[in-house]
């Protein structure tokens, strides 16, 4: 019985694996799937000793789609991605995924490096959590491209507050006549707690300017968003509006 099943899934996987040949090497179209259903394709080359499997690019430039991949440079998606090849064997190199095997490792090595390229494609599809945290990674990326990383003080308690460490500012730009407090807001928790933060500093008679920058204007409940622009000064609708951060921050700054 076991001999009939190996015989049947060698059958059955065989006939999913479509083979082909172009400039890049042996084009191989495996029985594992993307989420749009493509097959996933590898390119194999002979090298000394071995084979190296490539997929020319297209694992980054499918998630290029959805993801600046210059943030796979730093941060929380590198870490992941770090993460990913280092369990599958896989590097990266002038942006393609590529492996190299010995010849009795090529069976298994096109599995894993199959998986590699799947599991990279899903940086896409993360949690709201995950996406949470990177957020503000990507928003300070931004603001020291604006402002120089020598200006931009992050999670700043403003002196002469009263209880000032309990209510932090995400981003201060210390200019005259007033700084300006920027504020990142992921979600409607998050907006719930600006506001807060900023009526508090409002009490205290302290003069500033505030800016907020949402990662979507659209994920805010609208009493939580009504509540926040009164609390505010100015608004921009989303943190991927870069020319539109840059040009309040420069009226301010």
């Known amino acids: ?15 999913e694996l479509e083979v082909g ?15 749009d259903g493509d097959a996933i394709t590898v390119w194999i080359k002979r090298i000394m000793g071995g ?7 297209t694992a980054l430039m499918r998630l290029s789609y959805e993801v600046d991949i210059d943030l796979l440079s730093d941060g929380q998606r590198a870490r992941v991605l770090d993460r990913i090849l280092a369990e599958h064997e896989v590097k990266i190199e002038e942006g393609e995924l590529l492996c190299d095997v010995e010849e009795r490792n090529l069976g298994p090595a096109l599995l894993r490096f199959g998986q590699a390229v799947s599991r990279v494609g899903d940086i896409k599809m993360w949690s709201r959590a995950r996406i949470a945290n990177t957020f503000y990674e990507d928003l300070r990326s931004t603001l020291i491209e604006i402002v120089g990383s020598d200006r931009l003080l992050m999670e700043y308690e403003v002196p002469g507050v009263q209880d000032a460490s309990s209510y932090l500012v995400d981003f201060a730009i210390l200019s005259s006549p007033r700084p300006l407090y920027i504020f990142g807001v992921p ?5 719930k707690l600006t506001t807060i933060v900023l009526l508090h500093l409002q009490q205290a008679n302290h ?8 990662s ?17 000064n100015d608004f921009v609708d989303s943190s ?3 020319e539109a951060i ?3 921050i420069n009226l301010r700054v």
Do not use: H, Y
Not at 27 to 34: K, N
Not at 51 to 57: I, S
Not at 187 to 191: F, L, P, Q, R
């Open 1 to 15: 019985m076991t001999t009939e099943i190996r015989d049947l899934l060698c059958e059955q996987w065989c006939a």
């Open 21 to 35: 040949e172009d400039t890049a090497g042996i084009r191989l179209s495996l029985p594992i799937f993307e989420t």
């Open 51 to 57: 084979w190296r499997l490539r997929d020319c690019g």
């Open 187 to 191: 979600s409607s928790d998050k907006a």
């Open 207 to 214: 003069a500033f300017e505030s800016l907020i920058i949402p």
């Open 216 to 232: 979507d204007i659209e994920s805010i409940g609208r009493p939580d968003l009504r509540r926040l622009m009164n609390a505010a």
């Open 240 to 242: 991927t509006s870069r």
């Open 246 to 248: 840059q040009r309040k």
